[in-house]
């Protein structure tokens, strides 16, 4: 008589376990633990063209960034600032990068040690009845197993992991360096928009001002020729200076517009009104918004390499020499372990039980014999990319100074430019008032009146751009010093 392969009450529990099996395996598979996508929230005005909507809102760790800018005096630029280092996203993309990049560190430092793993098997297998001899009826085998141990681990016996690491390190470095040069660059830019546009706000001023001046003068010379005391020319003068003003209202309107669209960019959002630049930001009796204390003249090299720049080109250098160690330890042999102890048995009870132990150990040892100069040609061209980071270490330090030094030299002459243009301007003014006093008098004609009135409104305009120049060159010097808080 044959004997069944499982017991009755066995016989009866296996369709249960099938299903509770299946079932498992199926709510396994349902598990998904990619995050739910959400679309981000728009940092936009509410409509094209208006500057409303929810202002951006700044962190207390940007408050406390721009906090340290000393060099920065008015307080509206402080607070845009802060505002562009909580929510500009270029600045957001440096952040994340340097994260990928620690990460990444972390995975070439997690080679310099074995992974253990630990793992817990069990099989069943049915071989049919015949297989082994033409009498030999089906049998069901089990086997459980467990495990601890770690495979191929290579032994660094030539420095080829300590040199990956070592690279991947001066890769997250660098990244850092990065960061600190663009963050450098955010402020600056935010600064020079802000300047941008309280510059056009002031010429927009001076545009209105001058449009107000010329259509009274124009109201008069009306009047004068209503009772025929001038010609009609002078009359068509008068009005060219009209539509003249009016049109530069016009285009600084828009110009205005176009100066808070880029300053909205730079923050990553809405600005706030109370923070706008006014007309008066750049006047002369007013506070200087950004200035920087007096800096040493010659500069100590060692300010320079500090720069975020340089020391990213450093990083680089750096992270080459290294991949020539890796490169070079590819040509000699690599020998790695792989090693496991644990545990078998076919009945689960009896998986711990004594004699049951199980070990292997596996060393190999991998010679390269032939490989069509592959790791010699990989050898030659870390070295390329070593000599290339060398070329570019040296031109960002070249570059640090020549920049520094065409900052310096402006600066040496900021001073007496705009002495110089105030002095003009209050000239220029002086002879307006006297031709239009000539004029009115009968002792010109028209055409003085007007040649000074151009005069003395391009003097005031060329003045605005001085002032707005001089106050970007004091945002450059402190970009150009590494924009660290003693570099002004």
């Known amino acids: 008589m044959t004997r069944p392969l499982l017991s009755p009450g066995r016989q009866r529990r296996r369709p249960a376990a099938i299903a509770a099996a299946l079932a498992t395996a199926a709510l396994l598979a349902g598990c998904n633990l990619a995050p739910t996508h959400q679309t981000p929230a728009l940092s936009v005005p509410d409509a094209v063209g208006t500057t409303s909507g929810s202002p951006a809102l700044a962190s207390e760790a940007s408050l406390q960034a721009a906090a340290a800018l000393g060099w920065v005096q008015a307080q509206p630029l402080r607070d845009v600032i802060a505002l562009a280092l909580s929510n500009n996203r270029d600045l ?35 071989t049919a009845a015949g297989m082994s001899s033409a009498t030999a009826p089906a049998q069901v085998a089990t086997q459980y197993t467990a495990q601890l141990g770690f495979a191929s681990y290579e032994i660094d016996f030539w420095g080829r992991v300590r040199n990956l690491n070592e690279a991947a390190l001066q890769q997250f470095l660098q990244s850092q360096q990065n960061q600190r040069n663009i963050q450098t660059g955010l402020i600056a830019d935010v600064a020079n928009a802000w300047l941008t546009l309280a510059a056009d706000e002031a ?33 068509a003068q008068a009005q060219t200076t009209v539509d003249s003003a009016r049109g530069d209202v016009a285009t600084y309107l828009a110009q205005v517009e176009r100066d808070r669209n880029a300053l909205q960019l730079l923050v990553g959002g ?8 006014t007309a008066s930001t750049l006047r002369a009796d007013a506070q200087a918004p950004a200035a920087l204390q007096p800096v040493p003249v010659p500069l100590a090299s060692s300010v320079l390499l500090a720069r975020p720049d340089v020391q990213a080109a450093e990083n680089a250098l750096r992270a080459t020499e290294a991949n020539i160690g890796a ?44 490989d069509a100069g592959r790791n010699r040609a990989n050898v030659q061209v870390a070295e390329a990319n070593q000599r290339i980071a ?15 030094a065409d900052v310096l030299a402006d600066r040496a002459q900021w001073d007496e430019r705009i002495a110089a243009q105030t002095r003009l301007v209050a000239s220029t003014q002086k002879a307006f008032d006297l031709s239009e006093a000539r004029f009115k008098a009968g002792v010109d004609n028209y055409l003085t009146v007007l040649d000074a009135q151009r005069s003395l409104y391009a003097a005031q305009q060329t003045l605005i751009g001085l002032r707005q120049a001089e106050q970007v060159n004091r945002v450059t010097l402190w970009k150009v010093l590494g924009g660290t808080p003693d570099a002004g």
Not at 210 to 230: D, N, P, Q, W
Not at 336 to 341: G, V
Request: glycine content about 6%; charged content about 20%.
């Open 92 to 126: 957001r993309v440096a952040v994340e990068t340097i994260e990928r990049a620690r990460a990444q560190y972390g995975i070439t430092r997690a080679d310099l040690l074995p992974s253990v793993t630990a793992q817990a098997q069990a099989s069943r297998a049915r």
């Open 203 to 235: 010429r927009l001023q001076l545009a209105r001002d001058t449009l107000a001046s010329r259509e009274k003068a124009y109201a008069l010379t009306e009047r004068i020729h209503a009772i025929g005391s001038t010609s009609g020319l002078v009359l």
């Open 270 to 277: 809405p600005v706030p009104a109370a923070l706008w630049p």
């Open 327 to 370: 490169a070079r330890a590819a040509l000699f042999p690599t020998i790695s372990l792989t090693a496991n102890l644990g545990t078998g048995s076919r009945e689960l009870d009896g998986l711990f039980g004594a004699g049951s132990s199980t070990w292997s150990f596996v060393p190999l040892v991998r010679l390269p014999i032939f």
């Open 390 to 404: 060398v070329a570019q270490y040296e031109k960002a330090v070249q570059t640090a100074f020549r920049e520094t």
